[in-house]
């Protein structure tokens, strides 16, 4: 069958940069001029549209469904319930399948789908939705998740529990530590619900296939993994689904967990015909899983000096009804706790728990965010308590290569905070303001709340640690394709892997890599899909580590080759050749041969596999593990003006030092840094999803704010390099540690200009203006 | 869903009364989005855009302003900004450029939102809505009149908002509005002053703090009476937080999504004095005080 229209195609990539560079994105100017083809612009004539009828309760069992009204409408094809889902009812991530395709007699979340419809059109749909009867028991929802920690029998939203995961962490002794202390500081802190809010929403498109089977292209972060979890419910062979990657418009974590993916599929092998679903902005806020909300409570002891000598911490995260993520984002909470900081005594439990509130699972940062806003929290109050700078008590604790996390896990590659803390202190500060200002400047912008009355300027800092890849023992690997051949006189490069460009910049490297290893200019990059091998996800910081690292090895691969060909044509010993510049180069005589001299008119083709170094299971009782392949350090300094009368905010300059092993590109490097740190803003500031009886309050871009580019100030960034030996080109993960230490940076940049406690993020204005408002 | 398309404003009046529950759209960025999100299905759009005359504006008789309905936030402030500078300064925190560019004054009083920008300056500047039926003719609705509810106003089935009527500043004019991010928001609330020396009075009109935009009453009959106006002495600042309090006063706000009833409070006390003194020290220069 033909490809459906705005489906992906191959794209060359432009400009000829290798690694190190910053070419031009393929598809850069295409997103700019609007004409980049989301999953939400697929079309294939003939398509049906799919809808999907969600719960108004977040607990309820579901009486009765009469699905007639809905069926009679003209211009329906199909309704269909849990009782069409051709195989397995049930899917969820590592091997947790506790998600239903369609609720099975009871909803546990407010958004759940219940039932799908497929009309010629999309109003139709939504028509036809409506008319379907649902008699409801409603329940009372479990909504307090330190009441299933105390309860877990009595508040047990599904067979599974309860507590999703307790991981402890116990290092020498805590108890022995407090005798000793000469300060003890300690905190309770909260974090909201964060959303991912990617800008296209959840869409894709099924279409039914002669051989029973599905071609899906769908906008994800892991191809394979879907395919995986989707396979079992259509009762399809995974070879008889062939899923291709379409535009995707943003990711972050929210599209690791399936969504329309099986929906559409049901639809598709039900009606005959292929079957767009698309959200719009409201269900896109029901439609995926969200960053768990945090409450943490930290005790620390430390010498008068400000050494820390112990750690006793609790940390509560919220799940939702179904599992999705939030066993490995438990094991994140716990294992990076206490940050990059050296602790003799440690005892963290961290608990993630299962409630009927919006359900949450991956999003960037994955449960090291909510801890580093409670651990640099701690930092500053121990500064405070111990006479010392921020920076100070920060540079006395911090950890080095040789020091040992506290899962015991010593860090094997360059972890220089201290340098990385003393060249944030040495970055000029911005000058103070001026006496006339542009209201854009000032706290409230251009809804001109103040003309610089009550403004008060406060600096802070933060400090973030997080694992780069794949933890805790998973096989985590990548897959890469490369051909090398003569097109139109010119050796071309063709990289084919499964992995998901979500906006970062993936594709970029691909090329830039292929023409490092390959000599090449000219590489084309073949659409992600499952006609290759499994890449993973799009997550943990990994794909320029993981994919990047498989598409060197299949690189290396394809030029051995090349290089034996050149040896047997021009009798030189392969170990004596290079490949420059489409030029095949001897140690001794220079320029030999091009490289189509060699290739002629064949091919070389290499398929590759990279894994990283095995990772150990957290210990169930202590923690104790290498459970992390790589570590990532980002530290944040961040100026801010406060009207402390209203509690506004304007961040006025947030700088940042980042080790990134080796810089591969260094624009979509900066693009990274920037992102993150705008993410980790929108947490300190305005980004959350309210919740009331596990009702989302606000799900709309009128009342979920993100950041603007008045909220989002100049950053000041320096990159620092040190290799990890460990890994491809020395390079370490760098997407998400900037999103850590922003948060706590420009929260500690609030209190030094307001002296409120600040113990909950986002920080509301009633937090800063109002008496006793955060207290 | 019918869309009506009339070309003159007589037959914009003549689909309007034969098609009193269609809902008229200029820019459509309140009413385009409610339709797409399922919120509001109304029987019939009555699209205005062609009636070219709406999005005019000129002087009148009386020196007063009158706007046409369909003249864009974007527009006013370019054009207007110098003379209604209290509605330009509303105007500059209405969305993002691009709804700038659609939204207009005229959707903004047809929605009839307490959270509308453009409403608390025409309450300060005591504007009047022009507002006319194929049946009755014109009617003229002072903006204090014209807010009866949340999301509604004084608008009969058959008729449209014409155009506004305002008079160009005779004195400083001032807009505030809370937002938890510094652009592109919806008022967690909003405050507006005009001051009248001529008239030796003082309009105020409140946002998203009551359910319908309204007027600080006391607060300005407080001001008129406090306010030297003959040898614009400098402003006591006790009058001014006794001004603030007046208006927090006039204030019924709740607790929502956006923020809580005590917030709105607080910073409409605070936006009114800063505002206050804003305006006071433009009337009288070199007199500051902060």
Redesign the interface.
Known sequence: MAAPVKSPGHVTAPGQGGVGDSPPRPDGTLKVTGEFAYASDLWMDGMLWGATLRSPHPRARIVSIDIGPALATPGVYAVLTHEDVPGTKVYGLDGTEDQPVLAMGEVRYQGEPIALVAADHPEIA?RAMDRIAIEWEVLEPVTDPRAVIADPEGNRVQERGGICRHQPVRVGDVAAARREAEVVVSGEYEVGIQDQAFLGPESGLAVPAEDGGLDLYVSTQWLHNDLKQIAPCLALREDQIRMTLAGVGGAFGGREDLSMQIHAGMLALRTGRPVKMCY???ESFFGHVHRHPAWMRYEYGATRDGRLLYADVEIVLDGGAYTSSTLNVTANAASLGVGPYEIPNIEIDAYGVYTNNPPCGAMRGFGAVQACFAYESMMDKLAAACGLSPLEVRRRNAVRQGSRLATGQVIDSPAPLAELLDRLEAMPLPPPPGPSRDI?DL?????????G??VVRGVGYGVGLKNICFSEGFDDYSTARVRLEVIGGEPAALVHTAAAEVGQGLVTVQAQIARTELGVQRVTIHPADTRVGDAGSSSASRQTYMTGGAVKAACEAVRAELLARAERRLGVPAADLSVQAGKIVSREAGVVASIEDVLGDEAIEATREYHHRPTQKMDPVTGQGNSHNQLALCVHRAVVDVDV????V?VVELAAVQDVGKIMNRQALEGQIHGGTAQGLGLA??EEI?VAGGQI??P?F??Y?I?????MPPMKLDIVEYPDPHAPYGLRGAGEPPTLSSTPAIVAAIRDATGRPLTRVPV???DI??AGGAE | MEFLRPVSWEEALAAKAAHPGAVPVQGGTDVMVEINFDVRRPEALLDLNPVRELAEWDVAEDGRLRVGAGVTYTRLIEELGDRLPGLAQAARTVGSPQIRNRGTIGGNLGAASPAGDGHPPLLAAGAEIEVESAERGVRMIPAAEFFTGVKRNALRGDELIRAFWIAPASGPQYFSKIGTRNAMVIAVCSFAIALHPERRRVGTGLGSAAPTPRRATAAEEFLAAELDWERRRPLDPAVARRFGELVSAAASPIDDVRGTADYRRHALAVMARRTLTWAWNDYAPGRKVS
């Open positions: 939504r719009n902005r409201r854009r706290p409230g912008g251009a809804s001109q709340t103040t003309h009355e009550g009368e209203l509690g506004l304007k500031l305005m309210q309050r606000n709309s009128t009342d704010l950041p603007t580019v008045l909220d509301r204005p009633e203006s109002l």
